[in-house]
């Protein structure tokens, strides 16, 4: 008798009750035959639902009108389908195979890689022109509000010192924008410029609403180097121009729902890790966006990029240790692939001889 031929011992239950049937089980012209003492059933085969092989779980097979049948044996169930080219699909032997799985994984973490470094930074620049101005003036508007209340304090210049700063902002944006065909002023744009004094340090950053505020100490830092603080205002235009902010938010939003789906049953601590990292990441992409506009910015404006050194170079006599924020904080790229592009980038100015 061939191995299709060999019947094979089972349990059948019919869904009535708990009592198991010891029944012989065949195949005969696709159909499922179960023969036992006083039991026999024909069942269409394509209507067997075959669990899927375990390393040690019991074997089992469903019916539609809720009956089933369970091996005695699972190498000789096994080998049972085997022969009759049953319940073995290709995904089952997939997860069967540690080659397979070993490639599953690889693929698996390659599209997560790829997802992380891309996709979402894909994402949310495809999105953010979706987003109504009127969301980033809200969230810019709070965020101050919220600043104004917790960290920074009303700025100690005098009122003719922040005039000249907005004037000066303004001319400096006028200059030839490729953006536009007509220059527009920041302040005609709704970029404000905001002073304020903090313990922060010398400082300056965007809002999504395009709130520019900049710091007392940058100011006094940077008094006898107009330029360089045009070019550092030039830069957080960028951030506006661009919407970083909101760019961020959505870019940090997708990612902590990714890692909480993925890890916020395991570590809170955990789910956060991959949303923090990947938020200083993409901070560092969008820093070297704005650095491409403020260098643009200083063209146009006959500034050297070059320049931009100073900054770094009194930051850090004021903070030898590093513990600065604002333009030279953790999330931009290091300072010395900042000033290496500052400095090349006198060699590009369109305006040069």
Do not use: C
């Not at 669990?51 to 469903?62: D, F, M």
């Amino acid at each position: 008798m061939s191995a299709t031929d060999m019947p094979l011992l089972v349990d059948y239950f019919d869904g009535l009750s708990a009592r198991a049937h010891r029944v012989s089980m065949r195949l005969h012209q696709d159909m499922l035959q179960l023969t036992g003492p006083d039991l026999f059933r024909q069942i269409a085969i394509n209507k067997v639902q075959w669990s899927e092989r375990t390393r040690h779980g019991i074997r089992n097979a469903h019916f539609m009108d809720g009956g089933s049948i369970q091996s005695l044996d699972n190498g000789h169930w096994d080998d049972w389908l085997k022969a009759h080219h049953l319940g073995e699909t290709m995904v089952v032997r997939a997860q069967q195979s540690w080659r397979w799985t070993a490639l599953a994984t690889g693929v698996l973490l390659l599209v997560a890689v790829l997802g992380y470094w891309w996709g979402l930074p894909m994402a949310a620049r495809a999105l953010t022109p979706l987003i109504p101005a009127a969301v980033d003036q809200e969230i810019g508007q709070r965020t101050l509000q919220a600043m104004d209340e917790q960290w920074l304090h009303p700025s100690q210049l005098g009122e003719p010192v922040q005039a000249h700063w907005r004037q000066k902002f303004d001319l400096a944006a006028q200059q030839g924008s490729p953006r536009q065909t007509v220059a527009v002023t920041p302040s005609q744009a709704g970029i404000r410029l905001h002073f304020r004094h903090a313990t922060i340090g010398p400082n300056a950053f965007a809002l999504p609403d395009g709130s520019i505020v900049v710091t007392d100490e940058l100011i006094a830092l940077l008094q006898d180097r107009e330029d360089v603080i045009l070019g550092i205002l030039g830069h957080e235009l960028g951030h506006v121009q661009l919407r970083h902010g909101l760019r961020t938010l959505i870019q940090t939003g997708l990612l902590g729902v990714i890692s909480s789906a993925a890890f916020g049953d395991f570590s809170t601590w955990l789910a956060g890790a991959p949303a923090l990292l990947g938020h200083l990441a993409y901070s560092r992409n969008l820093e070297r966006e704005a650095d491409d506009v403020a260098i643009a910015f200083m063209h146009r404006n006959h500034i050297k990029p070059s320049v931009m050194v100073v900054f770094f170079q009194r930051l850090k006599a004021k903070h030898p240790s590093g513990q600065d924020l604002g333009i030279a904080f953790s999330s931009h790229p290091a300072d010395a692939e900042r000033i290496a592009r500052f400095k090349a980038a006198d060699l590009d100015d369109p305006a040069a001889p």
